[in-house]
């Protein structure tokens, strides 16, 4: 694969500091390059006319091409985020397929240290009502301070008059005028700012959603999304931002109670149970259909209704029913605001509500003075919502059919009109699913050459059992399975019985991945470190690897962000793409080996790593010895001779090897030999 046309010039227009440089030899030389991988250190082939008998772990499991150590590895990146120090023996002891069985059933598994962690962080067990209650807009929360200073004012007031007098009361009332209310205590400079600004209203509620494009996509508010979190805009672009991921922003501080936070610990939440939850397959379907569903945080309200969507949404139906998943995801509030269909109405509803009112204000008339005034035609425009065909769209789109599914503009529309009415009760206040059978649209539609005419929700919910039935859903959705877990283009015949397990047993995710994870396919050699890992899959995957003790995610959150996938900040609803192409760049490349050195050599704030007890060093070892013990727990052994060289060329740079003033043998640095190997191809790839 070639990532760079000249790899001279690059390496020469870029920092000439050893680890910038460092970064730009593995990067140009050997990251992503194509090659077989061979074992560091050959062992003695097999003979030919002997057919090694399958190992006990491998029992049951349909695996001809990968030997032991190669198919637990692989199972460990497919099915989970990685193997931790100590995994590789546990799952040979335990047997691979019942491993794969206590995965495909997270509940039977007991995860309560992970539960332990996840204390850390109250607002995922509130209500999207606390939420906006306990972390309003900072404007939101001076007018509620006014509010509360009116009120103690006016009881002061009457306890004055009750107690000393009208005279008293009239000169207490004077003294308070010259008072203005104070701020609230935790209110900072800029929050001052911003209310003064407006900035952090979520006025873009009644924006229309994007449908395809990221250029379309809502624009997100300055206070939305931190510096921390965004991606670099190109090589060398984060250091204008100024951003250091291990500083973390007062917004984000664990007794903030700015919106901010809300994210951060959703953020945080995320990382942490990828690194620690032994859960590991229902942490990546989480991940998988997060980004299937995407909704994007920086709109709106929306901040608000993602914990409740995660939490009541995706994470209960990872491994059950599509249809249920997709219902539960119609209904929530978060997808409801993301693609506005809480503002989608039948055209004619302002006028049947304005003629019902008429009609509710003449009966009560009783001939006393004039007649209530009948609806007035230019008010009623004003006021006419109108259909909204985002989530019509993106419902066939990407959500089920796929783009090439067999449905027309006409089918969009019809789709739209069936889910008139759903919509958001008290949005700002006490977000829930409401049905308004005044903004339905009563007539009958035609949806894929179907009729649809049950009557009020039934009409969404008829669209909804259509589609989850149809043979293009099943072909799309596992299709997207077998892309996140096979190769980026899966074999077709693999895909196929993947549809046909779909559509035989009403949609169970669970039996769908059972159907791929005991294919061939699942277990070939094209599909072994076949995938390149996201952001997020690297991060997290490293931190598994070096065993690492994180007291504190957000500067792991940050990295996530600073290599090109912000947590939460995906804007177009098609999610962040799952292909090799999207994430293979030469800025990403640097900065994914800038993490792996920080993260092995301990400069990341709240995360620790002993990687001499990793690697088994009693004592400093030779350089040589270090790099082979470093492929062997990283790489399993493997490593593809581009890769070896270019490491082994890096052994005598002064980063690797260090001298002391009192100590004229120079010491084997072993967090940048553990950081250099973690930055190879082979462990940027599952």
Wanted: hydrophobic share 40%; proline share 8%.
């Amino acid at each position: 694969m070639k990532l760079v046309s000249e790899p001279a010039a690059y390496a020469a227009s870029i920092s000439t500091s050893p680890r910038s440089f460092l970064a730009a030899v593995l990067s140009v030389a050997c990251v992503f390059s194509v090659g077989i991988d061979v074992p560091l250190l050959s062992a003695a082939p097999a003979p030919a006319d002997k057919k090694p008998k399958p190992p006990a772990s491998l029992k049951n499991l349909p695996i001809t091409e990968l030997n032991e150590d190669e198919a637990i590895l692989h199972a460990l990146n497919r099915l989970a985020y990685g193997p931790r120090p100590g995994d590789l023996e546990r799952v040979k002891q335990m047997g691979l397929a019942k491993w794969i069985d206590q995965q495909l059933n997270p509940n039977s598994i007991d995860d309560k240290a992970l539960e332990a962690r996840l204390e850390d962080y109250p607002t995922l067990r509130m209500s999207s009502t606390k939420l906006i209650e306990e972390y309003p807009q900072p404007k939101q929360a001076v007018k509620q301070e006014e509010r509360q200073a009116a009120k103690r004012a006016q009881a002061q007031l009457e306890h004055v008059q009750q107690t000393r007098g009208d005279a008293a009361a009239a000169v207490a009332a004077k003294d308070m005028e010259k008072t203005p209310p104070a701020a609230p205590a935790d209110a900072s400079a800029a929050d001052t700012k911003e209310s003064a600004s407006g900035a952090t209203q979520g006025d873009d509620s009644a924006a229309p959603a994007t449908t395809s494009a990221a250029a379309n996509a809502p624009s997100p508010m300055k206070e939305d999304v931190p510096q921390e979190a965004l991606p670099p805009k190109g090589p060398g672009k984060r250091q204008q931002l100024g951003g250091d991921p291990n500083n973390i922003p007062r917004a984000l501080a664990e007794d903030s109670k700015r919106p901010q936070r809300i994210v951060a610990e959703l953020a945080m939440a995320k990382v942490t149970r990828a690194i620690y939850s032994e859960r590991q397959l229902q942490q990546v379907m989480d991940d998988f259909w997060f980004n299937h569903f995407n909704v994007f945080a920086g709109k709106g309200e929306d901040r608000y209704y993602l914990t409740s969507y995660e939490r009541d949404v995706i994470q209960p139906h990872a491994l059950g029913k599509f249809k249920d998943l997709l219902t539960a995801s119609a209904k929530s509030p978060a997808m409801l605001y993301y693609l506005d269909n809480f503002l989608s109405a039948d055209p004619r509803s302002a006028e049947r509500m304005a003629q019902e009112r008429y009609a509710r204000q003449m009966a009560r008339y009783r001939g006393f003075g004039p007649p209530p005034a009948p609806p007035n035609a230019q008010r009623k425009k004003q006021n006419e919502r109108g259909l909204n065909e985002n989530y019509g769209r993106e419902l066939m789109e990407l959500h089920t059919l796929g783009v090439d599914g067999g449905y027309t503009q006409k089918d969009v529309t019809e789709v739209a009109r069936c889910f008139t009415g759903w919509t958001i009760d008290k949005p700002r206040l006490n977000p829930e699913f409401k049905f308004d059978d005044r903004l339905h649209d009563p007539d009958p539609k035609i949806v894929l050459g179907r009729k649809i005419h049950a009557g009020g929700m039934k009409d969404g919910e008829e669209v909804i059992d259509m589609l989850v039935r149809n043979p293009s859903t099943a072909k799309f959705i596992s299709t997207k399975l077998a892309r996140r877990f096979v190769s980026d283009n899966p074999p077709p015949a693999l895909v196929a019985r993947m549809a046909q397990t779909f559509l035989s047993s009403d949609g169970d995710i669970r039996a769908v991945m059972r159907s791929m994870v005991y294919s061939p396919e699942f277990w070939s050699h094209e599909a072994y470190r076949a995938k390149i890992k996201t952001p997020f899959e690297l991060v997290v995957s490293t931190a598994r690897a070096l065993g690492t003790d994180v007291d504190m995610a957000q500067p792991l959150v940050a990295w996530v962000g600073r290599i090109g996938e912000p947590l939460y900040q995906c804007q177009p609803p098609t999610g962040y793409s799952d292909k090799a192409d999207a994430w293979v760049n030469t800025g990403a490349l640097l900065n994914r080996l800038n993490f792996s050195l920080a993260l092995a050599g301990n400069k990341m704030r709240g995360s620790r790593t002993d990687v001499a007890a990793l690697l088994g060093a009693q004592t400093s070892p030779e350089a040589r010895a270090a790099l082979e013990r470093a492929v062997q727990v990283f790489l399993g052994g493997q490593a593809s001779s581009t890769t070896v060289g270019t490491l082994e060329k890096q052994l005598d740079n002064p980063q690797v090897l260090q001298a002391r003033l009192d100590d004229p043998v120079k010491q084997v640095d072993l967090g940048v030999v553990a950081g250099l190997v973690l930055g190879a191809p082979e462990f940027q790839r599952r």
